[in-house]
């Protein structure tokens, strides 16, 4: 299978594309500065480029013709996701791509406690800021709204703690009692949803 994988240099993106590499795919890595991708492998091609540049994009998945697209894009403190996300829908669209996972943040699933509110904006979070949750927000209802076959992974507290492979998942929501989960564990779960439609048009909350 011929994956995109946007934010390839970040910790999760870096993961997701050892394992799609491990997997025997053959891989484009979409980033802003080739420097930051310390991997080299014989299925591995790289092309350089913003995220945010609607030309960029089209040029991306016109070179990489991929079959799926996999995406760890970060708010990177800005408009990022907000940016980059209409030009990623045009660019699956026009191509005929249509599955795109991507990774979000345990803000935007439902709240338990206050049933019609996104975890952020309800007393389930605990912060003053919701900048990167609003991005997120927007992102994934951009992606709600169109008619590709997305699924969102939210993770809660990312850490670089080791992979344990004993992370919970839930449909729309962060299962209880959740603190943390290893960057590892979050790539993993996402990758295993490559093929996979157990949540497809769904987020899923992640923790272990």
């Avoid at 970060?74 to 030009?87: F, I």
């Avoid at 290893?182 to 996402?190: K, P």
């Amino acid at each position: 299978m011929n994956l995109l994988i946007l934010g390839a240099t970040g910790r999760t993106g870096r993961r997701l594309t050892e394992l799609a590499l491990e997997g025997g795919h053959h891989v484009t890595a979409f980033v802003r500065d080739q420097g930051k991708l310390n991997i080299q492998h014989e299925h591995l091609s790289v092309i350089q480029g913003n995220a945010t540049d609607r030309d960029d994009v089209l040029q991306a998945f016109a070179v990489s013709k991929p079959d799926a697209v996999l995406s760890a894009l970060s708010t990177d403190k800005g408009t990022v996701l907000t940016d980059s996300m209409p030009h990623i829908i045009e660019a699956m669209q026009s191509h005929g791509v249509r599955r795109i996972l991507t990774i979000g943040t345990a803000g935007i699933l439902n709240s338990r406690t206050e049933p019609g509110k996104y975890r952020y904006e309800s007393n389930e979070s605990q912060r003053a800021l919701t900048r990167a949750s609003d991005e997120h927000r927007r992102a994934f209802e951009m992606l709600a709204a169109s008619d590709l076959d997305w699924t969102v992974v939210c993770p809660t507290h990312l850490t670089d703690d080791p992979e344990e492979g004993t992370y919970r998942v839930e449909r729309d929501y962060l299962p209880e009692d959740a603190k943390k989960v290893s960057v590892g564990d979050t790539a993993r779960f996402t990758y295993s949803q490559l093929n996979s439609d157990e949540y497809l048009r769904a987020r899923v909350g992640i923790a272990t």
